[in-house]
């Protein structure tokens, strides 16, 4: 269902963007995913590049 879909991925960014920042402020999983960092960085970038552009051309134009 498009509506749950949506929902369940709106609900997994915070997720995984705050996984992402506190292995960046605890030094142990600093120190432990360092090698890491670049590419977890890229991948949620990735994820809010894919969801403005799901948001712009097919959420916006539902309220259109």
Known sequence: ???TNTDKEMKS???VALNF???C???KLY???KDKFKEE???IGDILV???EF???KLYPLYI
């Open 1 to 3: 269902n498009f509506i």
């Open 13 to 15: 960014i915070p997720l």
């Open 55 to 57: 948001e712009e051309n």
């Open 50 to 52: 894919k969801r403005v």
């Open 25 to 27: 402020s605890n030094p």
């Open 41 to 43: 960085l890229e991948i």
């Open 21 to 23: 920042i506190n292995k």
């Open 31 to 33: 120190n432990k995913h």
